[in-house]
């Protein structure tokens, strides 16, 4: 496929998600609600769309006929801002048998791409947890996942411990990444995820402060450990339920079994009628 081809293809994806959106058809969207998510989420379901990105950026707007003629402009949906919670998602609303799963520490050359190839080849969406300092070095892989849909999330600058840093040193790791995620993306990261899970208050209010939620996951392949591929596809398919957010690596490390089970369970989940997505904000 030819960068022209993909950028066509991506144009279509976002504007077939527009008119899903217009004509409010429910259930397109992983929305975050259920066991274990704090409590505000939970009539999220019923109040919002599905979360599309705007079709359109405001600078566009210009370029439309004034009043009286044409088309009436689209309206940009405004985000339901982040708010400061004291702990993070551990689920997404799983109607429609939703999952979602997320690649963490990247992007790394060796492996994301193969991962991307993966995830096309089934046409599905996923979830990055990217580093700074990774990003800075492989900027191009984050302009392929924007071409393809997937969703970027901020995981710090350098991967620390946060909670063992000072409050001033967590925002510069958490500011800096969403600066370099809007550059190398396109739109800044909706979404926070702590190294390690270790979460504490300044996470939280520094994330609601740049504008993100905070998502943790369900299932632990525990593919740092770098056991067999087939027992992390195990791991996968056995924990597999509506809702759930997988974690998983494509980065840290040698991450040829969490590509090579990726190839195994992706298939299968999609084979037991599992959607796979990408976590969608609330919109007013
Ligand atoms: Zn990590």
Same mark, same amino acid.
């Given at each position: 496929m030819?960068? &022209?081809?993909m950028?066509t =293809?991506r144009?279509?994806?976002l504007?077939? !998600?527009a008119?899903?959106?217009a004509a %409010?058809?429910?259930g397109?969207?992983?929305?975050l609600t *259920?066991?274990?998510?704090?409590?505000?989420? +939970?009539?999220a !379901?019923t109040? !919002?769309?599905? %979360?599309?990105?705007p079709?359109?950026k405001?600078s566009?707007? =210009?370029?439309?006929?004034?009043?009286?003629?044409?088309?009436?402009?689209?309206?940009?949906r405004?985000?339901? $801002?982040?708010t400061?919670r004291?702990?993070?998602?551990?689920?997404v609303d799983?109607?429609g048998?939703?999952?979602?799963?997320t690649?963490?520490d990247?992007?790394?050359? +060796?492996?994301?791409?193969? /991962?991307?190839r993966i995830l096309?080849?089934?046409?599905?969406?996923?979830?990055?947890?990217?580093c700074?300092?990774?990003?800075?070095?492989?900027?191009?892989?984050?302009?392929?996942?924007a071409?393809d849909?997937?969703?970027?999330?901020?995981?710090?600058?350098?991967h620390?411990?946060?909670?063992?840093?000072?409050?001033s =040193?967590?925002h510069?790791e958490m500011?800096?990444?969403s600066?370099? /995620?809007?550059? !190398?993306?396109?739109?800044p $990261?909706?979404w926070?995820r702590?190294p390690?899970g270790?979460?504490n208050?300044?996470t939280?209010?520094?994330g609601a402060?740049?504008?993100?939620? $905070?998502?943790a996951?369900?299932v632990?392949?525990?593919?740092w450990?770098?056991?067999?591929?087939?027992? /992390?596809?195990? +791991?996968?398919?056995?924990?597999a339920?509506?809702?759930?957010?997988v974690?998983?690596?494509?980065?840290?490390? &040698?991450?040829t079994?969490?590509v090579r089970?990726? =190839?195994?369970?992706?298939?299968?989940?999609l &084979?037991s *009628?599992?959607?796979?997505?990408?976590?969608?904000?609330?919109?007013?």
């Amino acid at each position: 496929m030819t960068k &022209d081809q993909m950028f066509t =293809r991506r144009r279509l994806l976002l504007g077939g !998600a527009a008119l899903l959106g217009a004509a %409010g058809v429910a259930g397109t969207t992983a929305l975050l609600t *259920g066991e274990g998510s704090p409590g505000p989420a +939970r009539g999220a !379901a019923t109040a !919002a769309g599905p %979360g599309a990105r705007p079709a359109f950026k405001p600078s566009s707007y =210009r370029l439309q006929p004034i009043a009286g003629y044409g088309a009436p402009p689209l309206r940009r949906r405004t985000l339901v $801002p982040a708010t400061v919670r004291s702990r993070p998602y551990l689920r997404v609303d799983g109607r429609g048998r939703t999952m979602v799963l997320t690649f963490d520490d990247g992007p790394d050359p +060796r492996y994301t791409p193969d /991962i991307l190839r993966i995830l096309r080849k089934h046409d599905v969406r996923a979830m990055f947890f990217v580093c700074g300092e990774m990003v800075d070095r492989h900027r191009n892989l984050l302009r392929e996942m924007a071409d393809d849909g997937h969703a970027v999330g901020n995981h710090t600058w350098s991967h620390p411990l946060l909670t063992s840093l000072s409050r001033s =040193r967590i925002h510069a790791e958490m500011s800096r990444t969403s600066e370099i /995620i809007e550059k !190398a993306h396109g739109e800044p $990261p909706l979404w926070f995820r702590a190294p390690y899970g270790a979460w504490n208050r300044a996470t939280f209010e520094f994330g609601a402060e740049l504008g993100m939620e $905070p998502l943790a996951w369900t299932v632990d392949t525990l593919d740092w450990r770098a056991p067999a591929a087939a027992t /992390i596809a195990d +791991r996968v398919e056995k924990g597999a339920a509506p809702g759930v957010v997988v974690l998983s690596h494509d980065a840290g490390g &040698d991450r040829t079994q969490s590509v090579r089970a990726l =190839r195994e369970y992706l298939p299968e989940l999609l &084979d037991s *009628g599992y959607r796979i997505t990408v976590p969608q904000r609330r919109y007013a």
